[in-house]
């Protein structure tokens, strides 16, 4: 048992098996229309472990000379980004408690091996909204500290089927994953682990009163 930081509500088990099963096909049929590909990192061009599309009107990518952004169109294919599916909305409009849709939907995909570095998510430009994140797949040990690189962290882990909704003081908390357990899920015929998560990009709309 571990005490999250404030504004991290994970959800453990929220996504029934059914709906798990259900989201990974819509998750197929995004991956055929705007395929997983390698990003690399601003200036050194590294090589991520992590596989990426998106869906959505946006969708996050990574690349030696254009750094991270947001952009409508895929990366390599250069079409515009599959719909976010259905019941990703449905789940957002349940526990996002925030007024608009989002418009970003990042698939991750890790092998065995993959992991994912300790970063804030600071390209968006409304931290108002909270990000959604589904997991799906072989379980994973997730780490999130606070906003400044040396706040202490703290772990836990991550199993299909399990939402955590970051919002409030926890949006800018540095986070990463730091290992996959292989063969964990059933889920995923050829094993590895899928995360999604559901962000709003723009900046609010004015109030209007
Ligand atoms: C905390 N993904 O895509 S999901 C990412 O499991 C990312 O693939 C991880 O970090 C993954 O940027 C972690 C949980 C998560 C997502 C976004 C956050 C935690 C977050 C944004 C702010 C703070
Ligand atoms: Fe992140």
Not at 4 to 9: E, K, N, Q, T
Request: positive net charge.
């Amino acid at each position: 048992m571990v005490i999250l930081p404030r504004g991290v509500r994970h959800m453990p088990g929220h996504l029934p098996p059914e709906l798990q099963r259900e989201l990974v096909e819509a998750i197929r049929g995004v991956v055929r229309r705007a395929p997983l590909y390698v990003p690399t990192m601003p200036k050194t061009g590294k090589e991520m472990s992590v596989r990426m599309t998106n869906c959505g009107t946006l969708g996050w990518v990574t690349d030696k000379d254009g750094g991270y952004r947001y952009q409508p169109v895929h990366p390599m294919t250069n079409e515009p980004w599959p719909p976010i599916p259905a019941l990703l909305l449905s789940l957002w409009r349940e526990v996002a408690a925030y007024p608009h849709l989002p418009e970003a939907c990042l698939v991750n995909f890790y092998e065995a091996d993959a992991r994912m570095g300790q970063h804030q998510d600071r390209d968006e430009a409304d931290f108002s909204a909270p990000v959604v994140s589904v997991s799906l797949g072989d379980d994973c040990l997730f780490r999130i500290g606070g906003t400044r690189r040396r706040d202490p962290s703290v772990s836990v882990r991550l199993t299909s089927g399990d939402v955590v909704v970051l919002g409030g003081e926890s949006r800018l908390a540095f986070h990463g994953v730091d290992r996959i357990y292989p063969s964990t899920s059933a889920l995923l015929k050829q094993g590895g682990r899928i995360n999604l998560t559901l962000r709003r990009v723009s900046a609010p709309p004015i109030l209007a009163l």
